[in-house]
Nanobody
Framework: QVQLVESGGGLVQAGGSLRLSCAAS????????MGWFRQAPGKERDFVAA???????YYTDSVKDRFTISRDNAKNTVYLQMNSLKPEDTAVYYC????????????????WGQGTQVTVSS
């Protein structure tokens, strides 16, 4: 059974920071790239960041220089460090396992966590 469990969301003021974690069961993690997506109310689920098994990273333009994705393969965990948060970053954040070739498409992720709410107040 593949399980991804996110944690670390919460309420923060604009300019603040949060670190999201995504813990994966062993078979869900080893050898796979992982990604973070977010979904605001009434909007589509959007790509935020991805990291390959070897550590190459990819970001959507709106979070470059503010967010950092990382992974600890020994702990089967992927992280998203979010700095300089803005109200427009408010969303439910999901981690997911990537199986395809396009990191930016949610269709190429096969397992998803339950999501964690991030709310940034102005």
């Amino acid at each position: 059974q593949v399980q991804l469990v996110e944690s670390g969301g919460g309420l923060v003021q604009a300019g603040g920071s949060l670190r999201l974690s995504c813990a994966a069961s062993g078979r869900a993690f080893s050898g796979y790239a992982m990604g973070w997506f977010r979904q605001a109310p009434g909007k589509e689920r959007d790509f935020v960041a991805a990291i390959s098994w070897s550590g190459s990273t990819y970001y959507t333009d709106s979070v470059k220089d503010r967010f950092t994705i990382s992974r600890d393969n020994a702990k089967n965990t992927v992280y998203l460090q979010m700095n300089s948060l803005k109200p427009e970053d408010t969303a439910v954040y999901y981690c997911a396992r990537h199986y395809g070739t396009n990191y930016y498409s949610f269709r190429e992720y096969d397992y998803w966590g339950q999501g964690t709410q991030v709310t940034v107040s102005s």
